[in-house]
């Protein structure tokens, strides 16, 4: 059996410090026989010198396209638009299965190498759970900076904090407000409830049952909500236009957790671009005022935190990497993305 290789990618989005395996999980999986080369990166939160010691290979930032085709190259945000063949199996979050800006050509791109991709989001259990997720803290900063919108006292550029920062902004900014996170039960709808929590506010929560049926007048009338809903099939929409126009509206503050703008599964097709660190709240109406954040990279904000819950859930899927299993899973919704959208190929079946 060849020795596994993973080739760990400095990330090229400019605002990404998270990492999705850390210093410790890295010497674990050396102790274990996995090779494991790391790109150099100035902005990841781990500094490369904590890799080095922990027995990794060092390389130049960008230099995974070079590197053996065997080797498996892991990162979270997505690629470059170089170069235009994919030769590798690459584990990051590719967004490429439903109809993504963008999908198809990506999809296109590892055809044409003969690679694959290995999409954390499809990384499941046999009952279909997610395995490595950072939804926890992708609820826990959207409603964080909600609240502090909300209330006035959100610095802005957004920059990298830690929880200890965050949670003492939360607890020292006042104001009564009228919350709602939907998807309440789940890993983002938890952070967002912690967060809240550390806010002084007991929000309203609705999961599956609320949304099946969906009282749209009392969505309106909190101040503030905050949607962790992700959803697999098209469902009708949480928030239309109309919503939006209502001159009774009581809705303030609208942080999208999810942020599936784009896809015909989005469940606020209200907006079709993204807000970002340097302009992180957008106005979506004057009269009266809703204000949007729409940050695809909400956890990259706390990235020691987020990089470490992460890391340790990947862990004992990489040291278990193969073609069954989970990973088997993955490839399979690979191939089932490649039919789905008319373009074939794919060569690592049976690798």
């Given at each position: 059996?060849?020795?596994?290789?993973?080739?760990?990618?400095?990330?090229?989005?400019?605002?990404?410090?998270?990492t999705?395996?850390?210093?410790?999980d890295a010497a674990?999986?050396?102790?274990?026989?996995?090779?494991?080369?790391?790109?150099?990166?100035?902005?990841?939160?781990?500094?490369?010198?904590?890799y080095?010691?922990?027995?990794?290979?060092?390389?130049?930032?960008?230099?995974?396209?070079?590197?053996?085709?065997?080797?498996?190259?892991?990162?979270?945000?997505?690629?470059?638009?170089?170069?235009a063949?994919?030769?590798?199996?690459?584990?990051?979050?590719?967004?490429?299965?439903?109809?993504?800006?963008?999908?198809?050509?990506?999809?296109?791109?590892?055809?044409?190498?003969?690679?694959a991709?290995?999409?954390?989001?499809?990384?499941?259990?046999?009952?279909?759970?997610?395995?490595?997720?950072?939804?926890?803290?992708?609820?826990?900063?959207?409603a964080a900076?909600?609240?502090?919108?909300?209330?006035?006292?959100?610095?802005?550029?957004?920059?990298?904090?830690?929880?200890?920062e965050l949670?003492?902004?939360?607890?020292?900014?006042?104001?009564?407000?009228?919350?709602?996170?939907?998807?309440?039960?789940?890993?983002?709808?938890?952070?967002?409830?912690?967060?809240?929590?550390?806010?002084?506010?007991?929000?309203?929560?609705?999961?599956?049952?609320?949304?099946?049926?969906?009282?749209?007048?009392?969505?309106?009338?909190h101040?503030?909500?905050?949607?962790?809903v992700?959803?697999?099939?098209p469902?009708?929409?949480?928030?239309?236009?109309?919503?939006l126009?209502?001159?009774d509206?009581?809705?303030?503050?609208l942080?999208?957790?999810?942020?599936?703008?784009?896809?015909?599964?989005?469940v606020?097709?209200?907006?079709?671009?993204?807000?970002?660190?340097?302009?992180?709240?957008?106005?979506?109406?004057?009269?009266?005022?809703?204000?949007?954040?729409?940050?695809?990279?909400?956890?990259?904000?706390?990235?020691?935190?987020?990089?470490?819950?992460f890391?340790?859930?990947?862990?004992?899927?990489?040291?278990?990497?193969?073609?069954?299993?989970?990973?088997?899973?993955?490839?399979?919704?690979?191939h089932?993305?490649?039919?789905?959208?008319?373009?074939?190929?794919g060569?690592?079946?049976?690798?």
């Amino acid at each position: 059996m060849t020795q596994l290789h993973l080739w760990l990618r400095h990330e090229s989005r400019s605002t990404e410090r998270r990492t999705p395996i850390v210093p410790a999980d890295a010497a674990r999986l050396v102790e274990n026989g996995i090779t494991l080369t790391v790109e150099e990166s100035p902005q990841r939160i781990f500094p490369t010198e904590e890799y080095e010691a922990a027995g990794c290979r060092v390389t130049a930032a960008g230099s995974w396209g070079t590197a053996p085709r065997d080797a498996v190259i892991v990162g979270l945000k997505e690629l470059p638009d170089e170069p235009a063949e994919l030769t590798h199996r690459h584990i990051y979050f590719g967004h490429a299965y439903k109809g993504q800006p963008g999908a198809e050509a990506l999809l296109h791109r590892f055809v044409a190498g003969g690679g694959a991709l290995l999409d954390l989001e499809y990384l499941v259990d046999d009952e279909g759970r997610r395995l490595a997720a950072f939804g926890y803290w992708a609820g826990y900063i959207g409603a964080a900076l909600a609240v502090l919108h909300h209330r006035g006292v959100l610095d802005t550029p957004l920059r990298p904090t830690a929880k200890q920062e965050l949670e003492e902004q939360l607890r020292t900014s006042g104001g009564e407000v009228s919350a709602l996170v939907v998807g309440a039960l789940g890993r983002s709808g938890r952070g967002a409830r912690v967060a809240l929590g550390e806010a002084g506010i007991a929000p309203t929560c609705w999961d599956l049952a609320e949304t099946r049926a969906l009282d749209r007048r009392a969505l309106l009338d909190h101040e503030l909500m905050v949607n962790t809903v992700l959803t697999t099939r098209p469902v009708p929409p949480f928030l239309t236009d109309k919503d939006l126009d209502d001159p009774d509206r009581r809705l303030r503050t609208l942080s999208d957790v999810t942020v599936d703008v784009g896809s015909p599964m989005n469940v606020l097709p209200i907006y079709d671009t993204t807000t970002d660190w340097e302009h992180p709240v957008r106005r979506l109406r004057e009269r009266p005022p809703l204000d949007l954040i729409a940050i695809d990279n909400l956890p990259s904000l706390l990235p020691r935190e987020a990089s470490t819950d992460f890391s340790g859930s990947l862990l004992p899927q990489l040291l278990d990497f193969g073609v069954t299993g989970p990973w088997g899973r993955c490839l399979a919704r690979f191939h089932e993305a490649l039919r789905e959208s008319g373009i074939g190929g794919g060569e690592f079946d049976d690798d």
